[in-house]
């Protein structure tokens, strides 16, 4: 597609229940990102996928988040059990390579995710 | 803790006038610096970079500017123009550690008045 594409734009769930939200990367892009932004925070670095390479997620900030890229195109984030503090904005970026420079980086419109 | 701050949420310019917009970093590794605009439910999109081997760097009516020793850089946009009424992030990276783990900041919101 012509962009890096999120859904769903809109979340809102209840404590305790599993969310899945979903990135389309620009077709050909080898590298996508995921980062979230909270209530007054900066854009936290979560997880960031290159190609066949294992992902790196030192930014998962629980073990109850996690996220998957299949045939190295769609990635989607799973969030379980979900808390009132994982409420933020999920932004999915991509990018031509992985590990250079952020210019690069395309990102999507973001899923705004509300637990309540 | 904020690794890279805008100390400032929110800042009003006149048309026509200059909109600064700082940003303050405490790891002295970082070495390049990037700026993204987001506008309403939009991505942030790419703006300018600066990496610390320069103190200054031009593209058309922005400005970044680097001041190491004070771990401080600034954008400037001249003149203002109400399209460029948006959020404002800084982003900041040591390249040793892979230039994809940028740290944010919280964002400044620029408003032009027209």
């Known amino acids: 597609g012509a962009g890096v594409s999120q859904s769903p734009s809109n979340k809102v769930t209840e404590k305790g229940k599993d969310v899945e939200l979903r990135c389309d990367p620009i077709?050909?892009?080898?590298?996508l990102y995921w980062y979230r932004q909270s209530l007054g925070q900066g854009l936290e670095f979560l997880i960031y996928?290159?190609?066949?390479?294992?992902?790196?997620k030192s930014g998962l900030p629980s073990d109850r988040f996690s996220a998957e890229r299949t045939g190295g195109s769609v990635s989607t984030l799973t969030i379980q059990r979900t808390q009132q503090e994982d409420s933020a904005v999920y932004l999915c970026?991509?990018?031509?390579?992985?590990?250079?420079?952020?210019?690069?980086?395309?990102f999507g419109s973001g899923t705004r995710l509300t637990v309540v | 803790d904020q690794q890279v701050k805008q100390n400032s949420p929110s800042l009003s310019v006149q048309e026509g006038r200059i909109s600064i917009l700082n940003c303050d970093y405490t790891?002295?590794?970082?070495?390049?610096f990037l700026w993204y605009k987001k506008y309403p439910a939009e991505g942030p999109t790419f703006l300018i970079s600066?990496?610390?081997?320069?103190d200054k760097n031009e593209d058309g009516r922005f400005t970044v500017f680097l001041n190491k020793s004070a771990k401080h850089l600034s954008l400037h946009i001249v003149p203002s123009q109400p399209g460029d009424s948006a959020v404002y992030f800084c982003?900041?990276?040591?390249?040793?550690?892979?230039?994809?783990?940028?740290?944010f900041g919280t964002g400044t919101r620029l408003k032009v008045l027209a």
């Open positions: 600066i990496s610390s081997i320069k």
């Open positions: 996928f290159q190609g066949n390479s294992a992902p790196d």
């Open positions: 077709s050909g892009h080898t590298a």
């Open positions: 790891n002295s590794m970082f070495d390049y």
């Open positions: 970026a991509s990018s031509f390579t992985g590990g250079g420079t952020a210019e690069g980086y395309t």
């Open positions: 982003a900041a990276s040591p390249t040793t550690s892979g230039t994809y783990k940028y740290i």
